[in-house]
């Protein structure tokens, strides 16, 4: 049951944002996944009943948004992101922010400057990464009329909707406004949607998507997604058995395995279909993504807003180098090395262009997939979510590794959704729904019928 | 010399220079650093590009680069004037503002 479900119930919108507010702040002591939450509405007249959670890189006016970031750490927006400013117009209450890695730059929600959430699930686990806090929140508050808004840049949107058992979906490049986003890395920040039904995802998409004069990189989409989302037009699907090869873990290949059956049953016309560029991608992507954030971050240098010294007397180099250097965290300081090093005289070529070049081979490789295929299928994530000691040991490159089966899609900006999947312990995986570009309507409407047929679903 | 001992080599000379560019970046990027932090990135990096050494084996000969993986038509909105933010919301976030403007460092000796 979704939250689109509880809302015609009809309830009061009252009762229903004041309990799941109560609720979240409780669900909230144990499992870290708010940053800041909003103030109660002093009257309820203009209130759907939806509560939507926002990732804590949309600037909220008047709510602190800190990116998950020391320097921006005292940042409260005088603006609305275009994507609130529609939810809020559409009826909808925002509870607050919710937790992410520092600029979402994670795959775990370990690179936290505040405090680190904890998987809906088992405590003890990652809350998976960037998105980590809306991830766990839309599973804590899956009894309530909740969605949250995540970002994907690499596959944080993705990531912790399988690690928390909840359905999402990442649209095609462009299908949301990015104004009012805190970037990472422009050419591949998709704004998302994380809920406990498909259902939920097609509404909030009808009210999110188009265009905004904004943002010139936003589509045009005329397509409603709550009329596609009966109208299931899926035939051919291609299981990506390159992806499937890139999964150790027993537990995730047998609920994997399990879906393809079930689709097999259903008499879709199922074929294994083999990527070759997908190690590749993931490379691609990290120089990209690293020399895009690296002049991004160019902004935050203790003038105008986030954290400042006194700059009396000092030269802009100094003073400069000593803010970004007191506040950035960790792995940003990396991602800065690392962005700005794939850009320099001598390198550039090796690495920034050759990689915006196998950008377009892994945009290829799966366009001509698309002209036999309505949809590929493909786990997830390789792993289930690890436990958050484990994860802490883990060495910068280990990690990026893990992102090998969310990188290409983010890379080649299609449309994903993850459909949450039992496993034989009590921790979910999720499979991957892959789309071609523009083809976003269609595939939520697949999902949800997968959410309806298959007995699977993690609940 | 084979092939690819020379490759090797080539290899071993290009991560020495990987290290000492970490000092380097870091000054150009403007992000003070520790010696622990220098060190520890030195020996990220290495493992990080190790990891990108995949991109040798792809032929990208003749193939153009994509900047944004959908096609973006340029569309400017008109140009005409909007509401601006007042003076006191843009200062709402600044620290060291000085008789209406952003106080920053100096920028020249």
């Known amino acids: ?459 | 010399m084979k092939w690819t001992e020379y490759s090797n080599n080539l290899l071993k000379i290009h991560y020495y220079v990987c290290l000492m560019d970490v000092e380097r970046i870091a000054r150009l990027a403007r992000v003070a650093l520790s010696p622990e932090e220098i060190s520890k990135f030195s020996k990220d990096m290495k493992e990080v590009l190790n990891m990108f050494r995949v991109l040798d084996d792809v032929d990208v000969s003749d193939t153009p680069i994509t900047m944004h993986p959908v096609e973006v038509v340029n569309i400017v909105r008109p140009d005409k004037a909007g509401k601006s933010l007042s003076k006191a919301e843009i200062f709402s976030n600044e620290k060291n503002e000085e008789d209406g403007y952003f106080k920053g460092p100096k920028t020249l000796e």
């Open chain 1, 1 to 459: 049951m979704g939250a689109l479900d509880k809302l015609e119930e009809k309830k009061d919108p009252e009762e229903l944002i004041t309990k799941t507010y109560s609720d979240a702040q409780h669900f909230d002591e144990k499992h870290n996944f708010m940053l800041t939450f909003n103030s109660l509405p002093s009257n309820y007249e203009n209130f759907s009943g939806l509560v939507v959670s926002i990732k804590d890189c949309f600037t909220t006016s008047g709510l602190r948004t800190t990116a998950g970031s020391k320097i921006l750490e005292d940042y409260v927006p005088v603006f609305d992101a275009t994507l609130v400013k529609r939810l809020k117009a559409s009826g909808a209450y925002i509870l607050g922010k919710t937790a992410m890695d520092e600029f979402g730059f994670g795959t775990f929600s370990l690179n936290c400057a505040f405090k680190i959430p904890k998987n809906a699930l088992d405590k003890k686990r990652v809350a998976g990464g960037s998105s980590g806090g809306a991830g766990v929140a839309t599973q804590l508050l899956k009894e309530h009329p909740h969605v949250a808004i995540a970002e994907s840049t690499g596959g944080s949107i993705s990531n912790p909707a399988a690690f928390n058992g909840v359905f999402s979906l990442t649209p095609t490049y462009g299908m949301i406004s990015r104004y009012g986003l805190i970037d990472y890395a422009n050419t591949l920040d998709k704004p998302g949607v994380i809920a406990s039904s498909l259902k939920d995802v097609a509404y909030v998409m009808d009210v999110l998507k188009g265009k905004d004069v904004k943002d010139p990189t936003s589509l045009n989409y005329e397509k409603s997604f709550m009329e596609a989302l009966s109208n299931n037009s899926v035939k051919k699907i291609g299981v990506l058995s390159s992806y499937v090869s890139k999964v150790d873990d027993k537990k995730i290949l047998s609920s994997f395995h399990d879906f393809v059956d079930f689709l097999n049953k259903e008499d879709y016309d199922v074929e294994e279909v083999s990527l070759t560029l997908t190690d590749a991608a993931l490379a691609s992507y990290y120089i990209i993504a690293t020399a895009e954030a690296s002049t991004n971050l160019a902004k935050y240098c203790g003038m105008r807003y986030g954290k400042e010294g006194d700059p009396e007397g000092k030269h802009f180099d100094e003073y400069f180098s000593e803010i970004r250097g007191k506040y950035f965290g960790e792995e940003v300081k990396r991602r800065i090395i690392l962005g700005s090093f794939v850009r320099m005289a001598g390198y550039r070529d090796a690495y920034y262009l050759k990689a915006l070049k196998v950008r377009t081979k892994v945009i290829e490789e799966f366009k001509s997939l698309f002209t036999k295929y309505d949809v590929l299928i493909a786990p997830t994530m390789p792993i289930l979510p690890p436990k958050i000691n484990d994860a802490e040991k883990l060495k910068p490159h280990e990690i990026y590794a893990l992102d090998v089966l969310t990188v290409p899609v983010n890379l080649a900006g299609i449309p994903h959704i993850n459909i949450p999947v039992k496993t034989n312990s009590s921790l979910p995986a999720g499979v991957h729904l892959i789309g071609n570009h523009l083809q976003d309507a269609e595939l939520v409407s697949f999902g949800y019928w997968v959410e309806q047929h298959y007995k699977g679903i993690f609940q």
